[in-house]
């Protein structure tokens, strides 16, 4: 999954679960629970919509790799590899 597609992904899963959420203003290495004032139940919601369009597994442990956009794009782009 390219870094664009990986924005794109999350841009459409946010749009559910904070519809003001504007990820075109956060930088790839900002902390998107900061940057977009998620709390955990939403970024909860961003992992799990995350493995559901994906269908790639996240086991909790890996969380923390999710929380800015550049380590989503790592996350997905190993895990297609």
């Known amino acids: 999954m390219s870094p664009s597609e990986t924005?794109?992904?999350?841009?459409?899963?946010?749009?559910?679960?904070?519809?003001?959420?504007?990820?075109?203003?956060?930088?790839g290495d900002a902390d998107l629970r900061e940057a977009l004032d998620l709390d955990s139940i939403d970024f909860l919601n961003l992992v799990t919509g995350l493995h559901e369009r994906t269908g790639r597994p996240i086991p909790e442990a890996d969380y923390p790799r999710l929380f800015t956009l550049d380590g989503i794009a790592r996350y997905f782009g190993a895990a297609a590899g």
């Open 7 to 27: 924005k794109k992904l999350v841009a459409e899963i946010l749009a559910g679960i904070a519809p003001e959420a504007d990820i075109s203003t956060v930088a």
